[in-house]
């Protein structure tokens, strides 16, 4: 596919107003095509359109797949046994160039989706701020819900397309487009670096006040902007930048969650609709057909035989005890391959996907307080989520005393038991500027990428963003 104008927003209108007014946007069918200035005319269509940017992250080849797909898949727990670029392939292979589909297909719906974002943020705060449809506190809602796709956007698209901010906070990252693309000519965009990508992540999500603050608040709803979800994903920054403390506070600004008797009702009817999720994209019928719909559970699922466990040295050969209920999601088919089936609704795909949840929350504060030389408080966090899943009297394979290296493995290895299968894995180890690693069958490793390799431990700029966009090698 050949994309000239990559982000042009000369048709904004009819993919803003994509869905409903009212209501979840999941389930609403499309306007006819309207201007973009009856968009901000409109009360109706100016929140249909703010909800359009949500539809356009949740696409299957972003948020709604590829980012779960692609961090199980540069990491050292799941083998990929697929023979095409859509289900990862190259990405296991730490081979992604400049023609393959993942960050083909990633990159362009990424930009699109921040495009319209950066679009309506220019409409209400500068073409139409003097008559818009709506009142003031309404109108800085939907900003901040702008800007947070757009920063949770850059964010995965940081990870994937550049090196670590641990391994040099000046690395060359993603193209940092904060002004709509309106026309041609208009894609010129030099690449920023890791540290202007995350200052940029910290600004959208400061002021966050306008939007429900959690779990049980007034307006809160766990497929849209919240405060909690903008504090989620500054300590993930924060933990990226190794500043512990500051990462310790976002932590402790998210208020209201819980974690849920059992790990399996995120997956499950209602699905998401917990005290533990903070963010999540959701799915309906119109997301169960289709090649980009919902493809973790199509990857993951015993009847790809694609992404599966590493059974040789992954985690589920230490973590995967019986007394544990998270390996009621293990399941090995007659032909010896072993699957996470979290999204095991392989015929409906209707699982939401969660984006943060309550316990990475409580993870994130074990690894950070542990950091930062705390480790009886680091210790308890552990607790909370693993004897959620294993009882203390029935583990044995943590005693909660560990301390100094013991227990930064148990902190890690619970990070990956608790999250297998939700793409968690992959973005630790870049985050962590350590190596991406594959089993041998004896039990060893083999080294695969290097953060000082930038050709195979990121994914190569898609081949339309270089022919569009030279300044990228300034």
């Not at 990508?197 to 307006?219: H, M, N, R, W, Y």
């Not at 019986?322 to 009621?328: F, I, L, Q, T």
């Not at 409906?348 to 542990?370: G, K, M, V």
Request: net charge negative; hydrophobic share 35%.
């Amino acid at each position: 596919m050949k994309r000239v104008l990559v982000y042009t927003a000369a048709a904004v209108a009819t993919l803003l107003v994509g869905t409903g007014c009212e209501g979840d946007f999941i389930e609403k069918s499309p306007e006819l095509q309207v201007s973009e200035q009856a968009v901000f005319e409109s009360a109706d269509r100016l929140s249909a359109a703010v909800e359009g940017v949500y539809a356009r992250a949740k696409n299957g080849y972003f948020l709604g797949g590829f980012v779960t797909d692609a961090g199980d898949n540069r990491s050292d727990d799941m083998c990929n046994y697929g023979n095409n670029g859509y289900t990862m392939r190259d990405t296991y292979n730490h081979a992604v160039n400049a023609s393959c589909i993942e960050n083909d297909y990633m990159f362009y719906n990424a930009y699109l989706g921040i495009n319209y974002a950066n679009t309506l943020i220019d409409g209400i705060e500068g073409t139409y701020a003097g008559s818009l449809p709506c009142d003031a506190t309404t109108a800085k809602k939907y900003v901040q819900e702008l800007k947070f796709v757009r920063a949770v956007s850059y964010f995965f698209l940081s990870q994937l397309f550049g090196q670590p901010y641990a391994y040099d906070p000046n690395a060359k990252n993603v193209p940092l487009r904060v002004k709509a693309v309106t026309g041609a000519g208009e894609n010129e965009c030099p690449a920023a670096t890791i540290s202007e990508v995350f200052k940029q992540i910290l600004a959208d999500t400061e002021d966050v006040s306008a939007l429900p603050a959690g779990f049980g608040t007034d307006g809160f709803d766990a497929t849209k902007a919240s405060q909690a979800s903008a504090h989620a994903l500054r300590m993930r920054v924060y933990m990226c930048m190794n500043d512990w403390q500051n990462a310790i506070n976002e932590g402790k600004q998210i208020t209201g969650f819980s974690l849920i008797p059992s790990i399996a009702t995120m997956f499950d009817m209602p699905y998401a609709l917990t005290e533990e999720n903070i963010f999540s994209i959701p799915m309906s019928d119109s997301d169960k057909s289709g090649s980009q719909s919902h493809p973790v559970g199509f990857v993951y699922h015993g009847a790809g035989q694609i992404t599966c466990v590493n059974t040789i040295n992954g985690i589920q050969t230490v973590y995967g005890v019986a007394e544990d209920a998270r390996s009621g999601f293990i399941y090995s088919d007659a032909k010896g391959y072993t699957y996470c089936e979290k999204f095991n609704e392989y015929s409906t795909r209707l699982e939401w996907i969660p984006i943060f949840r309550y316990a990475e929350i409580l993870l994130n504060l074990a690894e950070c307080y542990y950091k930062a030389g705390d480790e009886a408080t680091a210790l308890s966090y552990l607790k909370q989520v693993r004897t959620r899943s294993i009882p203390e009297a029935s583990d044995k394979l943590v005693t909660y005393k560990e301390s100094g290296a013991a227990l930064w493995t148990a902190i890690d290895n619970e990070r990956r038991w608790e999250f297998l299968g939700e793409g968690m894995r992959g973005y630790d180890i870049s985050r962590r500027a350590e190596d991406y690693r594959h089993p041998l069958t004896d039990g060893g490793w083999e080294v695969v990428a290097t953060a000082a390799d930038h050709t195979t431990y990121c994914w190569a700029f898609p081949l339309y963003e270089t022919t569009v966009n030279t300044a990228l090698n300034n």
